[in-house]
Each structure stands twice: as structure tokens, then as C-alpha cells.
């Protein structure tokens, strides 16, 4: 070939040139555990839907959360949201509003009327003991499976606590209604007032091949208080149950005591006042920093009036007088009597001390241990000692909470499913969780958190309207899009823009990226720059 | 300046997006970029030079249509990007000498208009030294006739490819090959150098600008601008160097984006020897955080610093924030 003076070689492209040989470090994308799927009781993949309804595509949102909770408007209210005390974006300004985005995804489901598929049909049956969050979890994740489930509940509606615990003002009863019924849609079968005594035998007569049982803690804790003339003393579960039950409201009087400091007596408490008490107060032993009711719901029962006697035990009642005795905190963090009275005026005495299990009907089944605390001893996978037998929710060890016991009934389901086949259920690949430490926060723009409203004083201690508003469609979507997608590819293009080696791969839309290591000479400017931290550098072999 | 898009998780701070409109995407984030400058180039682990100038002629490429020329200084962006007979170089591209590259752009652009091809643009870029030194003769009398050239300086504050030798871009107190960490005045002396943009600007050219490779948008809009003006025209890119600076190179970008929000780096706009536009700084960071890093600023720490130099460069900074109103 013919050249111009002095040229000898044929020009070429420096692609010639695999620059990937200089690397000591490769760049990989990882999928990591951001820390609110992490904190979710429920085992929400929190960060995966959010990053649909960024989109709008609020359905597929809807859909994505629905894989692991089947009660999302259920739980966008009652929920205590441990996923935004570990959110990232709350050391950046604060938390994401996650359970408000929830909370409109399940509203919007019902509006629209999306609906699930059950699987293909395995042909195996399975017993669910317990109409409560647990159960109905147990139930719906079971069909979707593909197993055939029928419930047997002994109330006369299902829901459990949701319905004859938690106050209509906090959780709206079509709410409810509509996130169960979907699920019966999918072809659960529900027995009311069916209460089960024997589950071996019903397991054999009904040629049920697995049981999930969750009948929840519904003894309620007593007291020995002397009552000098016949005063007044009830339960919170059985008035909170009447509400729901009876056509009357309970009688309580003009003055209430409630005695316990958990979340059944500041909804006791708040619950009076509504049903028209011009007092209603808590009493409880510790001080405020030990009650067990979670700091939102004290807060908005001390901004409806409720007032509270902290280091405070009740001695007598007498009538309408109740007798109470001062405490003081000792070295140990106990409280210790001071021999200081006080009275207190009471129509009404009603106790709000704890829960039990009613396990009478479980101790004679072979295998099933009961704990010191008496409740339900469950392995790893949530099987009790009798095989084929699981047990969750408030019977078993563990925080009782709704989001507790839909997470319980969703890991039964699955290991239910795996006993059938005789294999263990898949779990997350990659486990670590996404710190604050592996962000590069800067590229996050500022954007304060949405607030939700709420209802006026006034009505908030007249009436069982809803307290808190849901958000709608443009601010559910800032809402959405204020999450930092930790650990997790957002496709935001920065490594794919700031390699300068052009070594990272577009794959469009929804396809993320590639590295190409022919040219990656790993100087991980990449990693350093994405702002999720979803690239990690990992040393090469030489 | 670009206008911030705030609310959109990352808004325009991020390379793209895939929740903006597609209006406001850089080219950098699309798939159809040109790569001017593609892989197999030769440049150091993590080179802030190698990335501004793919940014750079990226979207001039686009805003010419494709039809653009290329004139470089020598440097290293032009000895690891032509080793003989390789080229890295998706764009007709010619070097003459270290000096005069602003000299065969206003050539290139002369010819081309007597050939009547004025479709085709001229793009001219080099090093600091290239630019601010040696080549500057060449450039202000490009600037003068007010040329058909856009000029791009990346500056990486040193004569990096012989070596790291000082320049009149060197900042004080770094240290250089030519500038040891020794003696009195450690490193490069304070009260020396040239700043060449606000140079450019007192040319009364159409257009001058400063530009990071740490703010994408920002310089990708000046680039942009740039190319739909004719004339002389000046757009200084800071550029970090983790061979000459002594940084890691996975930190360049953290780097030339500390050197913007500690305010020693100005990112404005000129036209017509007016300042039209800054980039207000996002949030305000001491010099020390960026200093730190690099070695070259190694003996402003440690039990034997001066710290009394590390207060010279802060004042430096906040005298910027004052003078350019980089505060917002
Ligand atoms: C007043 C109150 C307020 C609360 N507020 C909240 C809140 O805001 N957020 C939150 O997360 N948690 C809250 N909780 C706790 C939460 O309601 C419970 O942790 C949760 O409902 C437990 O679910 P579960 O399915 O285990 O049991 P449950 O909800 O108690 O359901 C058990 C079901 O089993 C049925 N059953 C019982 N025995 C039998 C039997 N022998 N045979 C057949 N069926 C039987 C019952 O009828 C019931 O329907 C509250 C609880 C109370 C009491
Ligand atoms: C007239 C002349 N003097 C010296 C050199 C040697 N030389 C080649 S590149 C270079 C330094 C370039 O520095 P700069 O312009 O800042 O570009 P960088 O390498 O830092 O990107 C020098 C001094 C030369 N090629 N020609
Ligand atoms: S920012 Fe998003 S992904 Fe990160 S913890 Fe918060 S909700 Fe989860
Ligand atoms: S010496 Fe500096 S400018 Fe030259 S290739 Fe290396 S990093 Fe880039
Ligand atoms: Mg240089």
C-alpha cells in the first residue's frame, strides 16, 4: 500500500488497546438490603415499589408491595413504621413518608379495583386457625402459592385485633373490609364463629394436608384491686370488642380511669373521650420514657386532652373514688412505692394491662411447647414441635404488632409451601445492608418531607372520623420520589457519564447497566460517584 | 448556568435521570453519545482530563451536526490519546506543536471559509500550560480577531504529561516538581500566576466561561451556548489530576466538585467582557476538606504545618464567594 513520506504504520484505533489489563480493582453492581426493606417486620421490599410509584405507575407499585403484604392501606395506617426510623433519608433531612405512600398505593388499589391471582393450583390444602392479620397473611400468601386454604375463625367477622382492637379512628371499617375481601376473592374460604378446639383432629377429619394457626392474645391481664363498694371495673379488650359488637356504645361515665400504659389504654382512653367522658385518664406505674404505647399515639392522645399519670399505682376503688399511690424510680430503673396518697374521681375503672394466650386448647397437642411467657414456641421457620403445625402472630414470642403478624403469616406460608414440597424457600441473595456510609448523599436534592393532614381537635375528640388524611396523587409521587433508592440502581446514568474510559455499558430503560472490562482500567470513579452506593470494587486476582 | 430541576431524587445533579424529561437529560446519559474520545486511550487511572475533553467535544459534536474539526495542543491529552498509528479520536482531530494550537484553529477555520464550508466548526483545546503559558501569545490574537474558535482549556494546574512542572495556573502552596515542599515557602508561591479567564474576558470576547467536570449540566449548557455563538470563544474546564495532584482517582470528581463549593474554583459566564451568569455554590465547604486529599497539599497538615498558609488559601476562597457572589 501506497504511503505519504515518513508514514510507515496503518493508522488505527486505539479500541486496539484493551486498557481493562492496567486494573487491580473491578467495579460490580450490587443489589444490596436497603435499610427500610431491612426494618420492615413484613419484609417489604420498601424501596423496589417505591421505585415504580417514582414513575407513577402506581400499579405496578401497588403490585410490587403486594408480593409481601396483602393489607397495604390496612398497614399505611396502623402500621408503627419501624422502616422510617431506619431510613437513610432521615439523616440526610427526614425520613421518607413511606407508610403515607403506602397507604395511598392500598387506597388506590381499592378504588381501582386491582385484584390478585391465586397460583396454579398445587392440590394440597391447607387449615388456617384465625381470621386475624396473621392468618389472613397465612391465607392469602398460601393461595398465591397455589394452595387451597380455608380459615376458621371464632368471631362472628374477621380481622382480629384490627377490628375488635384498633379504634375506627385510627383504621376506617370499609378499609378493612375491602383489603379482606380481596382476599376471600382469591378464593379463601372463611368459617365464622367457628372457634377450633381440636386442631390435630380437624387437621385429619378435614384431610388438611399443613395448619397455620394464629388466634392472637386475647385473655386479658387482671388485677387484684379491693373494691370496698361495688366500683365499676372493666376491661379495655371487652369495651374495645363491644364497640364493634354492640349496638350501644359501652356505658362508661363521665369520669374514666384507665389503668396500663400500652397502646390498648391510650386507645381506651381515647376511645372514652369520644363516647362523650369529660375526663379520661391514664394511669400508669413508670414514667413516660417506659410506657410501652408508641410516642405518635401519646402524642396525639395528650393533643386530644387525655391526661396522663405517670409513677402512679391505683390501691382501691370505693364507688367513685379511686386510691392511688405515688412511686418514685429507684437505682434500678423500678418503681418503688413512696406511701404518698392521692385520690382520683371514677365512674369507670378499666383495666388495660396485657394480653394473654388462651394456649388451652394447644397444650395437649404432641410436640407444641409453650414458653415461660406463656406462649407458643416456633422454630426458624415457624413450626411448632407437632409436624405440619406453624403458629404466628401475638401467640408466638415475638413484638405484637400487626406488621408482626402479617410478616409471621407470610414466612409461615412460604415455609408451609417448602414443607410441602420438601424444600427450603429461596432467600436474598445478597444480604448486606445499605448504611448511610455508602451513599454520595450530595447528589440528593433537598426536599422536605410531605405532611399529611389531619382532622380538627374538635372532631378528633367528638366523633370515630379517620384522624389522618391519605396523600394524593402529585404528592404521593414527590413523596415516592424523595427515596435515596439505597443500595439499589436507579438508573441516574452517573457511572455510565463520569467513567472516562467509556467502560460502562447503557442497557436502556429499565435494563440498568454493563461494565466492559476490556477497557475498565478500575479506577472507581464509578462507585465513588454513584449516588445509592450500588457499585462495589473488588479486588482483582492477579 | 443551567436551572437547577429540583424534587426529582437527584434532579439535574446526576448525570441523567430516568424521571427527567428528556429535554433535560445531558448527552453525556444518552446511549447515542459520540464517545469523541473512546476507550483504549492511554490517559492515567481516574484522569479528569480525559473525561472533560469526551465532555466537552461530546456536545460539540452534537451542536455541530457532527461536523466539527479538532486542534490540540501538545499534552497529555494528546500523548495518550495518538500514540502512533493509534487514535482515540472519533473526530477529525490535528495536532501541530505544544504552543500553537490556538494559531492552526484560526488556520483551520480560515481555510474552511475559503472553501466556503462554514457548516463546519472549529474546536481548539489543550493543557494549561498549553493554554495559559506557552500558548498564549497565539491565543490572544486568536481573541483579538475574534476568531471562529471555540478554545478549551483543561486545567489540571500543572504541566502534567512532562512530569508535573508548575504552570502559571499552579495554585499556591501546591507542590510541584518545579515547586518542592521545601525550604521557606513551601510549594508554589503565593501572588504569582494568571487567572486566563477573566484574560479572555478583558479581550471583550462574545464568550468566556469556567466549567467542572464535577457539575455535568452546568458544562454541558456552556458548551452548548458556546457553539451557538460564532467568534472567539473561551470556556475554561477544571479538570483534577490523581497523578500530579497526588489524589486518588476515584476521588477526581469529588474533588473538582469541592474545589466549586469551597469557592476556589468560580463556575460563571461572560459575554462581551461582562459576567453574566455564576453557578451558586450548593453547599459551602472549608478549604480543608478539599486540600486534604491531595498530596500535593500534604505539608499544610501534619505537627510542622504553617497554618497560617492554609488561612491564605481560605481567604482566597471567601474572597472569590464575595467577588463572583457565589453564595446564592
Ligand atoms: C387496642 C389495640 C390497638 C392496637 N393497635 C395497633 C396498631 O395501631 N398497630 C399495630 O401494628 N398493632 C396494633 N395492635 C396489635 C395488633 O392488633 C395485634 O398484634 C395483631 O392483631 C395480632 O394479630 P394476630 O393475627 O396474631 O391475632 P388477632 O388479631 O388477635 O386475631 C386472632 C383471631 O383468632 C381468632 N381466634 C381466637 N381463638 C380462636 C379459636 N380457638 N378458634 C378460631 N379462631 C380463634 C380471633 O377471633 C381473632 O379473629 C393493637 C392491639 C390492640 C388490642
Ligand atoms: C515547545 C515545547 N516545549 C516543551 C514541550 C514538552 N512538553 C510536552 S507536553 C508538556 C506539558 C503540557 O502541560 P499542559 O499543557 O498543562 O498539559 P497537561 O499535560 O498537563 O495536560 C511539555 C512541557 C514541547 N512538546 N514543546
Ligand atoms: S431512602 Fe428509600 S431506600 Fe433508603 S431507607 Fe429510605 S425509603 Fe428505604
Ligand atoms: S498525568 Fe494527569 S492529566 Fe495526564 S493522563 Fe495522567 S491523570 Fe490525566
Ligand atoms: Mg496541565
Redesign the pocket.
Known amino acids: 500500500m501506497h504511503k505519504p513520506f515518513a508514514i510507515t504504520l496503518d493508522i488505527g484505533t486505539s479500541l486496539a488497546n484493551h486498557t481493562g489489563s492496567w486494573r487491580n480493582e473491578r467495579p460490580v453492581y450490587v443489589d444490596l438490603m436497603p435499610p427500610c426493606n431491612h426494618a420492615c417486620p413484613a419484609g417489604e421490599n420498601i424501596q423496589a415499589w417505591l421505585y415504580h410509584a417514582e414513575e407513577g405507575d402506581y400499579e405496578a407499585a401497588w403490585r410490587q408491595l403486594v408480593t409481601d403484604n396483602p393489607l397495604p392501606a390496612v398497614e399505611g395506617r396502623?402500621?408503627?413504621h419501624p422502616c422510617e426510623g431506619a431510613c437513610n433519608r432521615g439523616q440526610l433531612d427526614e425520613a421518607v413518608n413511606i407508610h403515607a405512600v403506602e397507604r395511598f398505593l392500598g387506597d388506590e388499589a381499592l378504588k381501582r379495583g386491582w385484584k390478585i391471582e391465586a397460583g396454579a393450583p398445587t392440590g394440597k390444602h391447607v387449615l388456617v386457625?384465625?381470621?386475624?392479620?396473621?392468618?389472613?397473611s397465612a391465607a392469602y400468601h398460601l393461595r398465591r402459592l397455589g394452595h387451597d386454604v380455608t380459615i376458621?375463625?371464632?368471631?362472628p367477622m374477621?380481622?382480629?385485633?384490627?377490628r375488635?382492637?384498633?379504634?375506627k379512628y385510627?383504621l376506617p371499617r370499609d378499609i378493612l373490609d375491602g383489603e379482606i375481601a380481596r382476599i376471600v376473592d382469591m378464593g379463601v374460604t372463611i368459617e365464622l364463629n367457628?372457634?377450633?378446639?381440636d386442631i390435630p383432629g380437624m387437621m385429619k377429619d378435614g384431610g388438611f394436608d399443613a395448619a397455620f394457626v394464629?388466634?392472637?392474645?386475647?385473655l386479658a391481664k387482671r388485677t387484684d384491686i379491693p373494691a370496698r363498694e361495688a366500683g365499676k371495673i372493666l376491661d379495655?379488650?371487652s369495651v374495645?370488642r363491644d364497640m364493634e359488637t354492640d349496638e350501644e356504645p359501652p356505658l362508661l361515665g363521665r369520669r374514666v380511669v384507665v389503668y396500663g400504659g400500652g397502646?390498648?389504654a391510650l386507645?381506651?382512653a381515647r376511645t372514652a373521650k369520644r363516647l362523650g367522658a369529660s375526663e379520661a385518664l391514664v394511669v400508669y406505674r413508670r414514667t413516660r420514657e417506659q410506657m410501652p404505647a408508641h410516642d405518635i399515639?401519646l402524642e396525639e392522645a395528650l393533643d386530644e386532652g387525655v391526661i396522663l399519670h405517670w409513677l402512679t399505682t391505683i390501691k382501691q376503688i370505693d364507688g367513685t373514688t379511686c386510691t392511688v399511690e405515688k412511686m418514685k424510680v429507684d437505682e434500678n430503673g423500678w418503681p418503688q412505692p413512696t406511701g404518698e396518697f392521692e385520690t382520683l374521681e371514677a365512674d369507670t375503672l378499666v383495666l388495660a394491662l396485657g394480653?394473654a394466650v388462651?394456649t388451652s386448647?394447644l397444650k395437649t397437642i404432641p410436640g407444641v411447647a409453650i414458653t415461660d411467657d406463656g406462649v407458643i414456641d416456633v422454630d426458624g421457620n415457624m413450626m411448632t414441635g407437632y409436624p405440619g403445625l406453624f403458629a404466628?402472630?401475638?401467640?408466638v414470642p415475638a413484638e405484637?404488632?400487626?406488621?408482626?403478624?402479617i410478616g409471621?403469616?407470610k414466612k409461615a406460608a412460604r415455609n408451609i409451601d417448602g414443607w410441602l414440597r420438601g424444600e427450603e424457600p429461596a432467600t436474598r441473595a445478597d444480604a448486606r445492608v445499605a448504611g448511610y456510609e455508602r451513599l454520595n448523599a450530595w447528589y440528593y436534592t433537598d426536599a422536605d418531607k410531605t405532611v399529611q393532614p389531619a382532622l380538627n381537635l374538635i372532631r378528633r375528640q367528638t366523633t370515630f372520623d379517620e384522624i389522618h388524611g391519605g396523600l394524593d396523587e402529585t404528592n404521593a409521587l414527590f413523596e415516592a420520589r424523595r427515596c435515596l433508592s439505597c443500595g439499589n440502581c436507579f438508573e441516574c446514568d452517573n457511572c455510565y457519564g463520569v467513567c472516562p474510559d467509556n467502560a460502562v455499558i447503557k442497557l436502556g430503560p429499565g435494563k440498568r447497566f454493563e461494565f466492559n472490562y476490556d477497557f475498565c482500567k478500575g479506577c472507581g470513579l464509578c462507585a465513588a460517584e454513584c449516588p445509592c452506593g450500588a457499585i462495589d470494587m473488588v479486588a482483582e486476582r492477579m | 448556568m443551567t436551572q437547577r430541576i429540583k424534587f426529582y431524587q437527584t434532579g439535574t445533579l446526576a448525570v441523567g435521570n430516568r424521571l427527567l424529561d428528556e429535554e433535560n437529560r445531558t448527552v453525556q446519559s444518552t446511549p447515542e453519545r459520540n464517545n469523541s474520545l473512546t476507550s483504549g486511550h492511554r490517559a492515567c487511572q481516574g484522569c479528569g482530563e480525559a473525561l472533560g475533553a469526551r465532555y466537552v467535544v461530546d456536545v460539540a459534536m452534537r451542536e455541530a451536526g457532527n461536523k466539527l474539526i479538532a486542534v490540540n495542543a501538545t499534552g497529555c491529552l494528546e500523548v495518550f490519546s495518538t500514540p502512533y498509528p493509534e487514535s482515540s479520536w472519533r473526530v477529525p482531530w490535528i495536532h501541530s506543536l505544544f504552543g500553537n494550537a490556538p494559531a492552526v484553529a484560526t488556520g483551520v477555520a480560515a481555510a474552511l471559509r475559503a472553501k466556503g464550508r462554514v457548516d463546519t466548526r472549529v474546536l481548539a483545546q489543550g493543557g494549561d500550560g498549553g493554554t495559559v503559558d506557552i500558548g498564549f501569545g497565539c491565543l490572544s490574537g486568536m481573541f483579538e480577531r475574534n476568531d471562529d474558535v471555540l478554545y478549551i482549556c483543561y486545567d489540571n494546574e500543572a504541566y502534567m504529561n512532562t512530569g508535573v512542572q508548575r504552570s502559571g495556573s499552579t495554585p499556591p502552596a501546591a507542590r510541584t516538581a518545579t515547586t518542592p515542599a521545601m525550604g521557606q515557602t513551601k510549594g508554589n508561591v503565593f501572588g504569582q500566576g494568571k487567572n486566563a479567564a477573566l484574560i479572555a474576558m478583558a479581550h471583550f470576547i462574545p464568550y468566556v466561561a469556567t466549567a467542572s467536570v464535577a457539575d455535568l449540566h452546568d458544562l454541558e449548557a456552556k458548551v452548548a451556548k458556546a457553539m451557538g455563538m460564532s467568534g472567539a470563544r473561551y470556556i475554561h474546564v477544571h479538570v483534577p489530576c490523581p497523578l500530579g495532584w497526588g489524589s486518588k482517582p476515584c476521588d477526581t470528581i469529588r474533588l473538582a466538585r469541592l474545589a466549586v463549593e469551597t469557592g476556589l474554583f468560580p463556575l460563571f459566564e461572560a459575554e462581551h467582557g461582562e459576567i453574566t451568569e455564576v453557578t451558586p455554590i450548593r453547599h459551602k465547604v472549608p478549604v480543608e476538606e478539599y486540600l486534604r486529599p491531595q498530596r500535593r497539599f500534604a505539608h499544610l497538615f501534619g505537627k510542622s504545618a504553617d497554618t497560617h498558609v492554609l488561612a491564605a488559601i481560605q481567604q482566597m476562597a471567601d474572597r472569590n464567594i464575595e467577588n463572583f457572589g457565589l453564595s446564592g
Open positions: 396502623v402500621c408503627y386457625v384465625g381470621a386475624g392479620p396473621s392468618g389472613l376458621h375463625d371464632a368471631g374477621a380481622g382480629g385485633m384490627m375488635f382492637g384498633i379504634p385510627r367457628s372457634k377450633v378446639s394464629a388466634v392472637g392474645a386475647h379495655a379488650i374495645l397502646n390498648t386507645d381506651m399515639e394480653q388462651d386448647f404466628g402472630g401475638d401467640m405484637r404488632t400487626v406488621t408482626v403478624a409471621h403469616g
